[in-house]
């Protein structure tokens, strides 16, 4: 009798901080990151949005192979209509840009490497 209302007691427990980590975890923004690899599974570069207002795209060529990488940032407004294209490759350092990210609609991250094949990633985010 004690052992089945012991195993309640942590059920419920269990149950009730999951609940308090849910709810915490999905009303919180957080950053969004976007990462590509080439056909080894060697990463080439990444993008990334940094959540703080204003947003900051971030993107980042990993690579030393002289081609580079460039990130574009779509919205959902029915067709995806571009907000932005930045490029990194070549020089030292990441490059960035800043959009303002309102909407509570869906956008879209695409980075893709420079070099021959067209590779490319893509994630999406909501605000």
Known sequence: MLRRRVARAFAVSC???????????????????????????HQVGYMAHLDPDP????????????????????????PWALMGTVDDGGDAGCDYMKREITHPWTYKMVICWNG????????????
Request: charge should be negative; proline fraction near 2%; charged fraction near 20%.
């Open 55 to 78: 947003d900051t795209f971030k993107i980042c060529d990993t690579q030393k192979d002289g081609y580079g990488v460039t990130g574009r940032l779509y919205i959902d407004q029915g």
């Open 116 to 127: 021959p094949g067209n590779i490319c990633h893509t994630t999406t985010f909501k605000e």
């Open 15 to 41: 149950a009730a901080v999951g609940l308090v980590i849910g709810v915490t975890g999905s009303a919180a923004a957080g950053d969004t990151y976007n990462i590509l690899s080439d056909i080894d599974g």
